[in-house]
């Protein structure tokens, strides 16, 4: 049998600006374009949680999804919701970039789920804009 996976939905509304101190105010300008304005603004993010089921059990779920999303509100709703993402810790030294989203969010993930279920996250931040992370094979490899 093959194997079947769910995808879960949140939300959280963030602020938040593109920039970084690595390049000069000029640079951010031409790199970042409108989202470097210094007054910052917000997203309505969408959060997309797959979880896999490598050993599904007799009921036939992948996982407890209550237990899911207890996590996804403790790790990252609760943590996100209504502020701005550039004074998370986590992005002191990093753009708050979809790109940079979606791994933070992997990594507050991937240890509060059972080992090898979390298959994908994903982040819609615009309409146009969607990022997503599967994991790395090359660090599962070594560890
Ligand atoms: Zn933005």
Redesign the pocket.
């Known amino acids: 049998m093959g194997q079947g996976s769910i995808t879960r939905r949140y939300r959280f509304c963030a602020a ?1 600006r ?1 920039h970084t101190d690595y390049l000069t105010i000029a640079e951010n300008r031409t790199v970042f374009g409108k ?1 470097n304005n210094s007054n910052g ?3 309505n993010y969408v959060v997309l949680v797959t979880i896999g089921s490598p050993a599904a059990d007799q009921t036939g779920r992948t996982m407890n999804l209550d237990a899911l999303d207890r996590v996804v509100a403790e790790r990252i709703v609760s943590r996100f919701d209504h502020q701005d993402l550039n004074r998370d810790p986590e992005f002191a030294a990093r753009t ?1 970039t979809g790109e940079n989203l979606v791994l933070l969010i992997w990594d507050l993930l991937v240890t509060q789920v059972p080992e090898g279920q979390l298959q994908k996250v994903a982040v819609i ?2 309409r146009d804009n969607y990022f997503e992370y599967t994991g790395s094979a090359a660090v599962s490899a070594r560890s």
């Open positions: 938040h593109l989202c603004h917000g997203h708050t931040e615009t």
